[in-house]
């Protein structure tokens, strides 16, 4: 076992070369998903130690909660990444080193669960190699979460143990492995649960009970503690899921067949290159999902070689059995419905011209049964020698292959809503679990060929498939990245003011490209590292809605509408980063900071500085234990009466969180829905209602009071609909809680009175209470001449807030013909009296309500109209205003361009070179490398294939007389300087670049 631990690491350290000897500072894959991997273990060892009950509300995300759930949480992860941090301070380091240990953990994981099935130590061996190093898993390090499957063969074997023996202790430690698997990635966790499951039927198939009795009392209180935090962590996801109304679809399902053959290995693109180049595997490959063909050989051997007098009769009875009964249910749901077709969605999975093909089938498959019935009688039950696992694992891999299979055979269209299965993204993903399943059948394999060799010869041969293997699986040197976090001064002084606070920071990238904008957000998301303070920034797996909102408000900070809503959620600090702004954008920026006396200059570094907001002393969560308990209680509430959302009862009650600042209750209620709630929608949440409402009108309350804390509080919010009762506990301002609701008797009459004679159940009687839409408001509306206006449109109106006092405003503008949903729309989009008055100022007189929506909702002010104008550019119309602002064409930039030679670009031009990233010093880079002159359509397209200078004077260096579009070219098909100095040592001396792109395609070189 040492040796073998050792043999391991020794591999990984080969396999993952040259990251293995970088791991400080350099990365797999640069970008948002690694800044996200570094931020998320760095918060999990952070919150282990600080917060650890709190470890689900991290800091990103502002002022959102559970926002550690929006993602995997590699909690368990975190033991490896925490000696490394605590030593080192590199949290680059502690990510790498989390990834590469999995390889040798998976590795002796194989070996552990080989041996409990009764393989061999040579045969173990190999599947050790198979599952730690075989590419579809292996290939996987710069995924952090799809990596970490290393404790699933733990819990398997221990399953097989317990199965095996009935030892108490064997199943403790399964079900103690499953909750480290679930604690360190939830897709392991899933895979493991389906094993585990497949496992238990199987083996109940087989003749055995299931004893679910027995199983309890063998877990016992030591296995249900275990079981615990598998349990809890799942409650923060299940929560998330219910308030963010998330759904898995088929939408983005797409395997290529190609997968299937696809491998960054050495030898596989070789032999890929060398014998099938017309498949184009690695042009239309999805994943790298091929084994290997020395572990599908062995696994071969596995699934064929008898091993028992009638086992294989035995596997083709079950098989046959198996086939009998899928055929004989599409005869019948053919004959029945006349449609020999059976559809999942708009799929046809199986299809017959006329049903009576369906029942032919049937008939063959029952015929080739019957005729080995004098082998394996037709009502026996399959029984297999216990110790042959072979079967098991060969009907995983088939089914794991299946799972990962592409539209319109994969098996992924028939599962994918499931609990729990819903939380795989990509279905390839369950290769890694074939990868397990075929290793366990090839290690069978290879102890059946060599089955009569002596131990000595039998270890011999071991090695040398190990060595073939070595040689098939290897892909080094792996393409990696420099990567280091450097955390500006600016947030380190953060660090040093009395906690808690939020934070905001800017610029954000305005840019229609998402990549940009959530490169900046995971950028800032690592910043908060510096102080672990709330940052309303971060990169996840999902983005709310609310934080994409806040996030476009920003592109225009500062300005009145970014300041007011950070100062709205309690924003603290706004650090302002000078040299993340483009070249000569700082001073406008400046100039403008100083408009704002709101803005206090708390502090001043080289390249940045830090604002404070004003009335921000609302005290932000600390995560100390009571208040993390209280909000776990909370979301196990939630979670329980959504799964319990049934009948609907005499009365509705459900929990409620609440935050008091700036002489205001963000108030939040959630209760299930009833069962006749919008009969045609299958989501089965709850409703999650907020509102923001003065202080005084929830009676019980103390007013203006941001720190309030009680044990025990009671208050009421009264309204014509009846009145909300509220139960909980306070601290520093923040609450949780019970409350019911108590209907108000004379709404009903007063409502048939207004015209609404439709019943209205006792839960759309809480909507509108919560809403505040009663008799006064549907009064005032038709005072102002709104009329028969349905329940659904005023309740709309209300929760939009379109008031009366706004509704007189808009008219005194000239909309006195505007609707109540075109009110709405410009109430929910900022379009006040003011903006139209300054925008007909501006020279736009009679604009549509549907243009300013638009000119507002994409930041075109007045001062941005008049900007534009006085450089001379021909844009008049709302849309091209709209078009320039949305794609942020500046003056600035516009000056820039023209300092660059570019002084005649018409708008759509403009809009065209900001939005593919052209800027001045960029067109000056590619002057200096001798490209002058060009047309601006040259210009973008170079920037669009990610021509650089550097990359161009490396490319000058070593092939003369190029054109752009030969660069170009080269480029996109990722010809790099590195690629042709690795082609010209092994002997290619081409310097035509069509032919460098040739051998590029052809796989010369993994690049």
């Known amino acids: 076992m040492v040796w073998l631990t050792l043999g391991c690491i020794a591999l990984t350290i080969v396999y993952a070369y040259p990251l293995s000897v970088h791991p400080g500072d350099h990365v797999m894959s640069l970008g948002t998903d690694a800044n996200l991997y570094i931020w998320t273990l760095a918060w999990d060892v952070h919150a282990l130690v600080h917060r650890p009950l709190s470890i689900f509300e991290s800091n990103i995300f502002y002022p959102l909660h559970h926002t550690l759930a929006y993602s995997e949480n590699l909690i368990g992860s975190a033991l490896f990444a925490a000696p490394v941090l605590w030593l080192t301070g590199n949290p680059v380091l502690a990510m790498n080193v989390a990834a590469l240990v999995t390889?040798?953990?998976?590795?002796?994981?194989?070996?552990?669960?080989?041996?409990?099935?009764?393989?061999?130590?040579?045969?173990?061996?190999?599947?050790?190699?198979?599952?730690?190093?075989?590419?579809?898993?292996?290939?996987?390090?710069?995924?952090?979460?799809?990596?970490?499957?290393?404790?699933?063969p733990f819990s398997v074997a221990f399953a097989h143990r317990y199965l095996d023996r009935r030892q108490p202790r064997d199943l403790r430690l399964a079900i103690a492995f499953f909750t480290l698997q679930a604690l360190t990635s939830g897709h392991g966790a899933?895979?493991?649960?389906?094993?585990?499951?497949?496992?238990?039927?199987?083996?109940?198939?087989?003749?055995?009970?299931?004893?679910?009795?027995?199983?309890?009392?063998?877990?016992?209180?030591?296995?249900?503690?275990?079981?615990?935090?598998?349990?809890?962590?799942?409650?923060?996801?299940?929560?998330?899921?219910?308030?963010?109304?998330?759904?898995?679809?088929?939408?983005?399902?797409?395997v290529s067949w190609t997968s299937f053959l696809a491998s960054p290995s050495h030898v596989q693109q070789y032999l890929v290159a060398r014998f099938i180049p017309f498949a184009r595997v690695y042009e239309t490959a999805?994943?790298?999902?091929?084994?290997?063909?020395?572990?599908?050989?062995?696994?071969?051997?596995?699934?064929?070689?008898?091993?028992?007098?009638?086992?294989?009769?035995?596997?083709?009875?079950?098989?046959?059995?198996?086939?009998?009964?899928?055929?004989?249910?599409?005869?019948?749901?053919?004959?029945?419905?006349?449609?020999?077709?059976?559809?999942?969605?708009?799929?046809?999975?199986?299809?017959?011209?006329?049903?009576?093909?369906?029942?032919?089938?049937?008939?063959?498959?029952?015929?080739?049964?019957?005729?080995?019935?004098?082998?394996?009688?037709?009502?026996?039950?399959?029984?297999?020698?216990?110790?042959?696992?072979?079967?098991?694992?060969?009907?995983?891999?088939?089914?794991?292959?299946?799972l990962s299979m592409g539209p319109p055979f994969g098996a992924w269209q028939f599962i994918y809503w499931l609990p729990g299965l819903n939380f795989i993204r990509a279905p390839s993903r369950f290769m890694i679990l074939g990868i397990l399943a075929l290793a366990v059948v090839a290690a069978h394999g290879f102890d059946r060929l060599t089955a009569r060799l002596s131990a000595r010869q039998r270890s011999a041969a071991a090695a040398s498939v190990a060595a073939v293997m070595a040689i098939e699986f290897a892909g080094m040197p792996l393409d990696i990245a420099a990567q280091s976090v450097r955390l500006p001064a600016v947030d380190r002084w953060l660090a040093t003011r009395p906690p808690p606070f939020a934070v905001a920071e800017v610029p954000v990238a305005d840019s229609k490209n998402v990549t940009v904008r959530e490169e900046r957000q995971s950028i800032y998301m690592l910043h908060s590292m510096a102080h672990w303070q709330k940052t309303i920034h971060g990169y996840s797996g999902l983005l709310p809605n609310f934080s994409d909102n806040l996030y476009w408000q920003l592109t225009t900070f500062p300005d009145a509408t970014s300041i007011h809503a950070l100062s709205e959620i309690g924003v603290t600090y706004v650090v302002v980063h000078e040299d993340l702004y483009a070249p000569g954008e700082w001073p406008d920026v400046e100039r403008r900071l100083a408009r704002f006396p709101e803005l206090t200059l708390e502090h001043t570094e080289t390249g940045g500085r830090v604002y404070s907001l004003p009335n921000t002393r609302f005290n932000l969560s600390s995560g100390r234990p009571v208040e993390g308990g209280m909000r776990t209680l909370a979301a196990a509430a939630i979670v329980?009466?959504?799964?319990?959302?049934?009948?609907?009862?005499?009365?509705?009650?459900?929990?409620?969180?609440?935050?008091?600042?700036?002489?205001?209750?963000?108030?939040?209620?959630?209760?299930?829905?009833?069962?006749?709630?919008?009969?045609?929608?299958?989501?089965?949440?709850?409703?999650?209602?907020?509102?923001?409402l003065p202080v005084d009108e929830l009676s019980g309350l103390p007013g203006n009071d941001e720190r309030f804390t009680a044990a025990s509080v009671k208050f009421e919010l009264r309204r014509e609909g009846g009145t909300l009762g509220f139960e909980?506990?306070?601290?520093?301002?923040?609450?949780?809680?019970?409350?019911?609701?108590?209907?108000?008797?004379?709404?009903?009459?007063?409502?048939?009175?207004?015209?609404?004679?439709?019943?209205?159940?006792?839960?759309?009687?809480?909507?509108?209470?919560?809403?505040?839409?009663?008799?006064?408001?549907?009064?005032?509306?038709?005072?102002?001449?709104?009329?028969?206006?349905?329940?659904?449109?005023?309740?709309?109106?209300?929760?939009?807030?379109?008031?009366?006092?706004?509704?007189?405003?808009?008219?005194?503008?000239?909309?006195?013909?505007?609707?109540?949903?075109?009110?709405?729309?410009?109430?929910?989009?900022?379009?006040?009296?003011?903006?139209?008055?300054?925008?007909?100022?501006?020279?736009?007189?009679?604009?549509?309500?549907?243009?300013?929506?638009?000119?507002?909702?994409?930041?075109?002010?007045?001062?941005?109209?008049?900007?534009?104008?006085?450089?001379?550019?021909?844009?008049?119309?709302?849309?091209?205003?709209?078009?320039?602002?949305?794609?942020?064409?500046?003056?600035?930039?516009?000056?820039?361009?023209?300092?660059?030679?570019?002084?005649?670009?018409?708008?759509?031009?403009?809009?065209?070179?900001?939005?593919?990233?052209?800027?001045?010093?960029?067109?000056?880079?590619?002057?200096?490398?001798?490209?002058?002159?060009?047309?601006?359509?040259?210009?973008?397209?170079?920037?669009?294939?990610?021509?650089?200078?550097?990359?161009?004077?490396?490319?000058?260096?070593?092939?003369?007389?190029?054109?752009?579009?030969?660069?170009?070219?080269?480029?996109?098909?990722?010809?790099?300087?590195?690629?042709?100095?690795?082609?010209?040592?092994?002997?290619?001396?081409?310097?035509?670049?069509?032919?460098?792109?040739?051998?590029?395609?052809?796989?010369?070189?993994?690049?």
């Open 190 to 254: 899933v895979f493991l649960a389906i094993v585990l499951a497949a496992l238990i039927v199987y083996h109940m198939v087989l003749g055995e009970p299931a004893a679910p009795i027995e199983r309890l009392r063998d877990a016992g209180i030591v296995g249900a503690l275990l079981l615990a935090p598998a349990i809890l962590v799942v409650l923060p996801y299940r929560v998330v899921q219910v308030e963010m109304g998330l759904r898995r679809t088929l939408e983005n399902w797409h």
């Open 728 to 1007: 909980g506990s306070f601290r520093d301002g923040r609450g949780a809680g019970l409350f019911t609701f108590a209907p108000r008797r004379e709404y009903i009459a007063e409502m048939r009175r207004l015209g609404y004679n439709d019943d209205i159940p006792l839960w759309r009687q809480f909507q509108l209470t919560v809403h505040d839409v009663g008799p006064r408001y549907i009064a005032a509306l038709k005072a102002e001449g709104y009329d028969k206006l349905s329940l659904d449109q005023i309740q709309r109106s209300k929760n939009h807030g379109v008031t009366i006092d706004y509704i007189k405003a808009m008219k005194a503008e000239g909309f006195k013909a505007a609707t109540l949903e075109e009110l709405v729309r410009t109430r929910d989009h900022g379009v006040t009296p003011t903006y139209i008055q300054d925008m007909r100022k501006a020279g736009f007189g009679n604009v549509a309500i549907e243009d300013l929506v638009r000119s507002r909702d994409h930041g075109v002010s007045p001062e941005f109209v008049q900007e534009i104008r006085r450089l001379g550019l021909t844009a008049s119309t709302i849309d091209q205003f709209v078009r320039l602002r949305d794609h942020g064409v500046t003056a600035q930039f516009v000056n820039e361009l023209k300092s660059a030679g570019y002084d005649k670009l018409a708008t759509e031009d403009l809009v065209r070179v900001r939005d593919h990233g052209v800027n001045a010093a960029f067109i000056r880079e590619l002057g200096a490398q001798g490209f002058k002159n060009l047309p601006i359509d040259d210009v973008v397209r170079a920037k669009d294939h990610g021509v650089s200078a550097d990359y161009l004077a490396d490319m000058k260096s070593l092939l003369k007389d190029l054109s752009l579009t030969q660069v170009v070219r080269m480029r996109d098909h990722g010809v790099t300087p590195g690629f042709i100095n690795h082609a010209r040592a092994r002997g290619f001396t081409t310097t035509d670049p069509e032919e460098l792109v040739r051998l590029k395609d052809r796989g010369l070189w993994k690049n």
């Open 640 to 692: 329980l009466q959504t799964a319990g959302a049934g009948a609907q009862t005499a009365d509705i009650h459900g929990t409620w969180t609440a935050e008091l600042r700036n002489n205001k209750v963000f108030l939040q209620v959630q209760a299930p829905q009833p069962d006749d709630w919008n009969r045609n929608n299958d989501w089965r949440g709850g409703w999650n209602m907020g509102q923001s």
């Open 103 to 152: 390889a040798p953990l998976c590795a002796l994981g194989a070996y552990v669960l080989a041996r409990a099935v009764g393989v061999s130590v040579a045969g173990a061996t190999l599947a050790a190699m198979i599952y730690g190093f075989s590419p579809p898993r292996f290939f996987r390090l710069d995924q952090l979460h799809l990596t970490n499957v290393q404790w699933i």
């Open 286 to 402: 999805t994943a790298y999902l091929f084994p290997g063909y020395t572990p599908l050989m062995l696994g071969a051997v596995g699934i064929v070689w008898r091993v028992e007098r009638g086992i294989a009769w035995r596997r083709a009875a079950l098989a046959l059995n198996v086939v009998v009964v899928l055929a004989l249910a599409v005869a019948v749901y053919a004959t029945a419905t006349n449609d020999a077709r059976v559809r999942i969605g708009t799929i046809v999975v199986l299809s017959a011209r006329q049903a009576w093909r369906a029942w032919l089938w049937v008939a063959v498959a029952l015929a080739m049964r019957i005729a080995i019935a004098s082998r394996v009688p037709l009502l026996s039950r399959p029984r297999f020698p216990r110790g042959d696992a072979a079967t098991f694992y060969t009907l995983m891999f088939v089914v794991s292959v299946w």
